[in-house]
């Protein structure tokens, strides 16, 4: 059984290696991984940046989908066959997120879904929408669910609202993607007229060309008559203060990323003087991700995959994902 591991921190540890196959334990499921998409998170991870105190050696990736190969003792919810994708955070099946968490996650601290088969808790997989691919599906577990708990869960979208949706990444793709289900009024901001573009195609009602506005907040506001409603916001430090600008009294900030930055100087005045809602976004819970599917199940809604890597090309794929010229989502195919 081949995966990827790294034994030390940076690009170039990024090796495969061979080992045994798994036999599940009572409660634990064997999958065959047939897809893995790529997020932010891996890439720190795997640079060391996420986590420098790290225990290695360490199989990255938080996200893959597959089918089920071997089942071990008293499991019920899961059977051999079964195409699923694996939840995020081990433990944490619904309501808030248990003690302990952060130690629960996939790719980091726990062995991630770079390899042709994993173990995993028999609740810790979802079964899969019937009309996706491999790699469509593994774009679920991270990307997918957080843009669901930023707009749902936290976000509380309604209906005929504006969403200030930064960037075009796999995150913010699917924030595009959902909220237009939900018939919100999107606004996208990028450094990219070509992905403008593809935004608008996609569902965006505005765009925003930052290098031409710098003041996108602003810009954000005024097109949004007053300021929008719910901002997702994955920048981090430089992308804050705008994000603030934007908002209408009242309005939601779901904080997802750190793109640009963890720390930043934060004027209180405006989310105070407009009662403005900060909420944390840490992807979501099984529950979550069943809500999810059941949208994209409904409406029968497609991830966007960018492009997509074999197996060996694994290093690649990290390497494209940190020049950051995709959108929506990087895949690598597992499958021989």
Known sequence: MKSYRIDRFGLAALEQSEGSEFEPGPGQVVVGVEAVSLNYRDLLMVRGEYNPRLRLPLVPCSDGAGTILRVGEGVEDAEVGQRVAGCFAQGWLGGEPPAGVHALTLGGPR???????????????????????????????????????????????????????????????????????????IIVTSRSEAKLERARALGADET??????????????????????LVVEVGGAETWGESLSACRTGARVAVIGVLSGREAKIDFAPVLMRQLRLQGVFVGSRADFMALNAAVEAYELRPLVDRTFAFGAAREAFEALERAEHQGKLVIDVRP
């Open 111 to 185: 062995d991630g879904m770079l390899a042709e088969e994993v173990l995993l808790e028999s609740a810790g997989v979802v079964p899969l929408p019937a009309h996706l691919s491999p790699g469509e599906a593994a774009c679920l577990p991270c990307a997918g669910v957080t843009a669901w708990s930023a707009l749902h869960k936290g976000g509380g979208l309604r209906s005929g609202e504006w969403v200030l949706i930064q960037g075009t990444g796999g995150v913010s793709t699917f924030a595009l993607q959902l909220a237009k289900l939900a018939g919100a009024r």
């Open 208 to 229: 925003i060309l930052i290098p031409a506005t710098p003041r996108w907040g602003k810009a954000a506001r005024e097109l949004s008559e007053g300021g929008v409603h």
